[in-house]
């Protein structure tokens, strides 16, 4: 046996392990053939990768060491007793060799695959195995399949009675914070709207990361219940009540391989509000030619996708089309983003109108799952709780019942203009660009970090007139955004 | 600028590099969305993994850690000062998602892309991918393509004059070390055979372990080349020159994956045999149920991509097909294959007829690329330098120019008998599980450790007595080998 020793040194998504070489036990070389070893002890037992070390004041020949992460979800103390041994493959992995060779998979094998996911027995290559043998050659029943146990091995909610009701945007186009308007809104009508949100994964916000500038986010799933059972609504990170732990392990896959194929996103978005105990979703698809769909057909055959997923799952869906062609609002960035939002709701003249506009017309499509309303009456609704305050006053008692935020988070002090070249008019903005300054200044690790938009599509502008405006909080972001902003502006202005 | 520091930590296949969570200059959270960072100084650079340290005694704010493997690699001394950036994504990248979107790829993307292989520029997910889409779905010009590309990034060994011969075996069947005979009758005859073999990947041990008990392996290029000029043959390690750098990484993927693509396969050897100078080969594939092929079909298909690679890029191929159905010879493992070996050598009595029939075989074949011979006559020439005993003498000169090994590798001492369940005669024995089973004792780490096979097929069984002894030289791998024998011991014995 083994102690266990807390090795302060962590990868993203990946539970690392450590060996000294001289460690007369076990010899690290007859692990080196496999990815992952198993540590255990009592009747815990993880799943790490492993790394061999030469310097006794990091790990002695009698420890075995274990990475933050791995440390934290193992859940030994220092010292405990531990044994190792070589991972013994997932039982799950015939079928990814089956998926390898071109089959259709089952609803049994499917599930198997997903439970060894969530419980992190695959090494991410596997996990590059199956997606790419997936993606694009996955029957509808696959589909639902996957959607279905996603949906099962993470943390299940319920609510009392009644309908549900939830939005949700597929993303890709930067400042579209709605939800945050959308769910005051919809709480303060009186439907049940128990919002759990995601941090941004490749994008500038999340909106986790722009309601933590307000309030605390990492609620527990007994505070996020009480506080549903008075105010009806929530604005909470879905990440901490972990609602789909094998989505999370496909998304470290997916993002730096730049693959998002839509049967992925399809089982991940409804999986995740069935664990959620949604029963009526709107789901914003926004299109435009830097957005994530680039085109109507693909948008319509995104929509049937989710509508065949989410009938055989019992999810009532309202799957709309909304308009990617441009950043939406002006602010980038959590802090900037929660300014916007904030204009909107306190109904300040200077409020973005588009996030205004956008915001009514979702809510409205949410309220419209109440049978007392009929069909286009929903958007009026939204309006009058937007217009009156009650939607404002809905907003901070969540902010007060969640918990105020106790840090303030200052808009980032090193600021540069970005200038027009011409004299004319704003034609296109690129999310892609936008999105990717506004992450280079900082955002969303920064939350005062981003890009505020000065000039939107339509606007008019003058020669050198600054188009927007970078935040950072640190020199060496400041320097990386400021140069890629350099190298293209993001902006076409063209002459009248 | 940072400091560059060492830290003890190595993972196999990989470089890793460290950066202090509370690093003041670049921050951590920065690079997380990356798999890759390129750190930099001078002229030099050289692409890593990330992860974050939170221990000062590791890493101070103010330091670039980089692990044994990169710092090896990057060449520069502790302190150095060095940049870290975010590494841009490989040229290639884009060929690799037409792979993925089911596009047959042209020689210069294939060329590009093994470029970034062999230049460490690709993750391990993204190579997955790459392997992924391309197993079973390319086209011949693609393998043809991959082939010259694979021996174009590494090492290439030029000979003088005349035709350059070599055998090479697909593998999969253990004991099967018939290299360490052919090459010292072929040389021994006085055709050029200057072999370069791998070390073990899943095996127990490949020609490299078994040749480093009797002899140093490591030699440099102008050592080979020196040796070579004087005796026309020599037994070397491969990985020491080279050859092939795409394909190292390529299989450190492949292996995790148990995915062995035929299209792989043949552009891994061929390109390794270009890059080696050589301009006739005898490819063997053994055929048997628990060997790499597994029937007659199988290796037809396979024989014929080897004859289409061989023939476009103007090496002359001999493939011929052989017994995989039961390991090879008696010894398993390194110390027990070289037994064997030398028994054979040594024309003694109870040297194993199959190891020595079988090289006899291939030697044949080997010597037949010689003009003067007939088709037919080679093998008669082979045993007449085996029992002349030129063949011996011809690898006591190797041995000793190449430098006599100056440890001694003795027999693992923890051994166990693993007993007949039955009366009866040997029908089978799983390559694999005897295989698996030496490994887990300890070779080819140990270089003495692994399998005696006492009994083979067709040979009759006594209730209780011993099929085959297991060797391990430490307690851990005694138990792992001990244990997986006891629960299927690899043979079929059934009654006469």
């Known amino acids: 046996m083994l102690k266990l020793r807390r090795v302060a040194i962590d990868a993203r998504h990946e539970n690392l392990a450590f060996l000294a070489r001289d460690c007369r036990q076990y010899r690290p070389e007859e692990f080196e053939a496999l990815e992952k070893i198993e540590i255990s002890a009592d009747n815990r037992r993880i799943l790490a990768i492993l790394n061999v070390v030469d310097d006794p004041a990091i790990l002695k020949g009698d420890e075995l060491g274990l990475g933050e992460r791995a440390f934290r979800h193992f859940g030994m103390p220092e010292g405990a007793l531990v044994e190792v041994a070589q991972a013994s493959p997932p039982q799950s992995l015939e079928a990814i060799h089956r998926k390898l060779a071109g089959h259709v998979l089952v609803e049994r094998e499917i599930d198997a695959v997903v439970r060894d996911i969530a419980a992190n ?20 029943e696959e589909v639902l399949a996957l959607t279905r146990a996603m949906a099962k091995v993470g943390t299940q909610l319920s609510w009392d009675g009644g309908r549900v009701v939830d939005k949700h945007c597929i993303g890709g186009v930067p400042g579209n914070r709605t939800s945050m308007i959308v769910v005051p809104i919809v709480a303060a009508y009186g439907l049940t709207i128990p919002k759990t949100s995601s941090r941004a994964i490749t994008s500038p916000a999340g909106t986790a990361d722009t309601m933590e500038v307000l309030a605390r986010v990492d609620l527990s799933i007994e505070e996020m219940r009480s506080i549903v059972r008075r105010e009806r609504g929530c604005l909470v990170w879905g990440g901490h009540v972990d609602l789909s732990p094998a989505d999370d392990v496909l998304i470290s896959v997916e993002r730096p391989l730049s693959l998002d194929p839509r049967e992925q996103m399809v089982a991940s ?10 029963t009526h979703l709107v789901v914003d698809i926004p299109v435009g030619p830097s957005a994530k769909v680039r085109d109507p057909e693909e948008a319509e055959r995104l929509r049937k996708l989710f509508e065949y997923v989410g009938a055989a799952t019992g999810l009532t869906l309202d799957v709309v089309l909304t308009d990617g062609t441009q950043p939406v609002g002006r602010g980038i960035g959590p802090v900037l983003e929660a300014r916007d939002v904030m204009k909107v709701l306190r109904n300040e003249p200077e409020a973005p109108p588009d996030l205004r506009e956008r915001s009514l017309f979702l809510a409205g499509r949410v309220l419209e799952f109440d049978p007392r309303l009929r069909a286009g009456e929903g958007r009026d609704h939204a309006e009058k709780l937007l217009a009156s305050g009650d939607a404002l006053a809905q907003m901070e008692r969540m902010i007060a019942v969640q918990g105020p935020s106790r840090a303030l ?15 004319g008019r704003v034609k296109a903005i690129d999310c892609y660009r936008i999105a990717r300054t506004a992450r280079l200044a900082g ?54």
């Open 121 to 140: 027995r695959y090494s991410k290559i596997e996990i590059a195995a199956f997606l790419v043998s997936s993606a694009g050659s996955m029957a509808v």
């Open 269 to 278: 978005i409804i999986s995740k509000k069935l664990a959620a105990g949604s």
């Open 409 to 423: 988070y200052p808009l980032g002090q090193l600021t540069r203009e970005v200038p027009s070249p011409a004299r």
């Open 443 to 496: 955002a969303p690790t920064d939350k005062g970090a981003g890009v505020d938009l000065l000039k939107k599509v339509g606007e008019a502008v003058a020669e050198g007139e600054a188009l927007y405006r970078i935040h950072a909080c640190f020199p060496a972001d400041f320097k990386f955004a400021t140069e890629y902003a350099r190298g293209a502006s993001g902006y076409t202005v063209a002459p009248d």
